[in-house]
């Protein structure tokens, strides 16, 4: 049996009680090295199985192997289905004899960064990956456009690394062909683990602030307000 499970932002308190389970249920944890890290404690006389940055099918194809001995679980930050393993996983399982493979989903961080705000998602969003590893950066400018046009509220995952520092400038950039300088946006780091930061600001301030990959940007759409520091994009509910 092979679980492709979920961990939330990184706290304890964020792993959901299925995710636990198939935790505990499993004889082998496999991952990355920062996200076996996180719940290595938690979960002693498990076997642990790790790769580190961008070895992402290694990664998948150890799972695979391991759930020919035993119960394993592939872990990924927030949900699997988000930018995580569940896809390859399931891909590559032809290639092992089709193992018995159960999805078991998260917090993943447009929900739990969103809490951290306020309610910034609170209509129609847009999540967008700024990393371009596996996605050109004309086809996510074009993304960004058009949620822009739409009106959507966005969440951005990756807004910059060392090699994309201005990445996030640039999607502002584009956002602002369609969208108020004024426009309610913000930024949370670490959500869920140590030195997590929330910043309230409006996309024309956000356009220079500084983030990383441990940042998740959200941008309100048109109707988006701060409320008592808190960032809210209202549903439309007669009051």
Known sequence: MIYVVGIGPGSPAGITA??????EASDMIAGYDTYIDLIRERFPGKQFLST???????????????????????????????YGMAGLMLELAEEYGNPEIEIIP??????????????PLGHDFAVIS????????????QRLDAAGRA??????????????????????????ESRSPENGAGIVRNIGRSGQ???VMTLGQLQNAETDMFSTV???NSQTKVLNGKLVTPRGYRR
Do not use: H
Not at 106 to 119: D, N
Not at 154 to 175: T, V
């Open 151 to 176: 009106d959507f509220c966005i969440c951005l995952y990756n807004p910059s690394s060392k090699k994309r520092g201005d990445y996030l400038k640039r999607a502002c950039e584009i956002l602002l």
């Open 130 to 141: 700024l990393s371009d590893l596996l996605t050109p950066w004309e086809r996510i400018a």
């Open 106 to 119: 998260g917090v993943t961080a447009a929900c739990s960064g969103a809490a951290l705000l306020g309610a």
């Open 52 to 82: 580190p940055m961008r070895k992402e099918p290694e990664r998948c194809r150890m799972a695979l192997e391991a759930g020919r001995k035993g119960t394993v679980s592939m872990i990924c930050s927030g949900d699997p289905g988000v």
């Open 18 to 23: 299925q995710a636990e389970a198939a935790l």
């Open 197 to 199: 930061s929330v910043s």
């Open 218 to 220: 959200f941008i309100g």
